[in-house]
């Protein structure tokens, strides 16, 4: 199949998926509800879930017992964003084109958006664990893994050091720290969790975790790349940022060209990763192609 | 046992628990650690873990079990405290006689500390449910009641309705909705946790969420209270704030003999919930009445 098509059907179940479990009943709150809903479907690529959709399709489990833990991720990086964007930290009015949370609802609405986000990804998840009891001790394992990845040993240890080094030329120890934990820690426990709840093996989890170190890895850089050589209109925002912000990136510590290399390096040390599987990587390798190769 | 003493072996307990529990560890991120602890030991009554172990002990289950969910619920008490004080919503620079987190730590900071409660929370209590891996079903259900109780349908659905109510008359209704969500929900869920992780029959779980139920409204009633008649040392914080702010309370919509009155009206029907139980309520009893006489 077509990378595109395949990527949309699964942007599909997914978006169908946040849009049956996020709230939306009228209540008091209800406001809430709109402004956790703003940011979810305010055009994410929702690469997240499609890795755990991907890497559970990999070892042959099916999309409806993933799609709560899916979706929960999503909703993780969604606070994590609105979180980000606050004038008290990034102070962005504009994520990939469109106004940020609190622009439009508020701080005190945006932080609370955030925090509401964060919970409902574990409501969500313990919910289906609860409805469907079966397997409980690998769903506990899961929801471990998302949780320890999301948290301040991860994302949000990676988000801390990136608040403390803003304005300050950092060493490159400083900066694998953020990109280990700000970014690639959520990018490897949805691929890790995709597998471990289709039942993996111990080999094919090693494999599937060593291909998303790499492309958790390569996904920041490209990040950072676009960020200098990126189209303004494609990426829904401005670029320049990171030098206007003076922020140390991949390309301001190694240069523009080393990082390229990089990247391309980083792809193919995923490519080996999975080799052992031969065509049943055919997605993880097109998609891993396609991340290098993007525009936005 | 004399109350007093009781109150503070819980506290002792949960104290060294929380110290335990929470992150220490040398790291390029542990300004975070640092955050979450100042908050997290600023002299809090530990209320909501004290509730946790009582209930478990009321049906006779053990302490350890029931410690990590415990903590977690403290965790999640202190985070939705930090986002609270925060400059966009209540903007307190003291709390308990101490300085706000945000106003320590800055309101960068403030922001992910509460981040990294809420999902170390989470984190902690999915650890021990692998860690010890029995009775699954109940600690997943234990689990999802308070991420139930502390999410938008629970507290932080009543931290939104109350910031859409400041400086605005709000009917009985809207009180209500109020008090029972932002406050009172994560009062209920606690108990009923430590008698679900003690394996609570159908009829000790009915008598004690009446009782959380009760004590639950009448906590919060007595806050609105004494920030009419309570003494600024015992508790650590300017009275009148709510007038000042012309914040809508009960002792505001419904007069302060009304809620004086209700409150041991409240009093009354929690002690009568938990009467069948006879001498095994005693703690659950003297604490309630405890509660009511409170000066801070």
């Known amino acids: 199949m077509d990378l595109r098509v ?23 709150q209800n406001i809430i509800f709109d402004a956790m809903r ?34 929960a991720v999503e909703m993780i990086h969604t606070y994590s964003l609105i979180h980000d964007d606050l004038p008290a930290m990034d102070n962005d009015d504009y994520r990939r084109g469109k106004l940020t949370n609190h622009k439009i609802y508020g701080e005190g609405m945006g932080i609370l958006a955030g925090d509401g986000l964060l919970n ?10 609860l409805e469907k009891n079966e397997n409980l001790q690998k769903k506990v394992l899961a929801m471990h893994e998302i949780a320890k990845a999301s948290g301040v040993r991860g994302m949000i240890g990676g988000q801390v050091v990136d ?13 694998d720290f953020i990109h280990n934990n700000k970014t690639a820690a959520l990018i490897i426990a949805p691929i890790r969790v995709g597998a471990i709840l289709a039942e993996a093996n111990e080999e ?20 950072d790349i676009l ?28 240069g523009l060209d080393a990082s390229i290399k990089k990247v391309n390096e980083l792809f193919d ?17 097109q998609l891993s192609d396609y991340l290098v190769k993007r525009e936005y």
Do not use: W
């Not at 608040?163 to 900066?175: A, G, W």
């Not at 094919?204 to 990040?223: C, H, V, W």
């Open 163 to 175: 608040l403390m080094s803003e304005n300050k030329q950092i060493d490159e120890e400083t900066l």
């Open 204 to 223: 094919e989890l090693i494999a599937l975790t060593e291909f998303a170190k790499n492309i958790g890895l390569s996904f920041q850089i490209m990040d």
């Open 227 to 254: 960020d200098i050589i990126g189209d303004e209109k494609k990426l829904g925002k401005k670029v320049g940022s990171d030098i206007e912000n003076q922020k140390s990136t991949y390309p301001s510590i190694h």
């Open 120 to 129: 409902y990804a574990f409501e969500l998840m313990l919910k289906a664990t």
């Open 38 to 71: 703003y940011s979810v479907f305010a055009g994410g690529k929702r690469l997240r879930p499609i890795l755990m959709l991907a890497a559970s399709e990999f070892i042959g489990g099916n999309a409806k017992d993933v799609l709560p833990f899916a979706c």
């Open 269 to 285: 040390k995923s490519v080996q990763a999975l080799a052992p599987f031969g065509e049943k990587s055919t997605f993880f390798i």
């Open 6 to 28: 395949a990527l949309q059907n699964k942007v599909n179940l997914i978006d169908a998926a946040l849009d049956k479990y996020l709230p939306s009943e009228k209540s008091a």
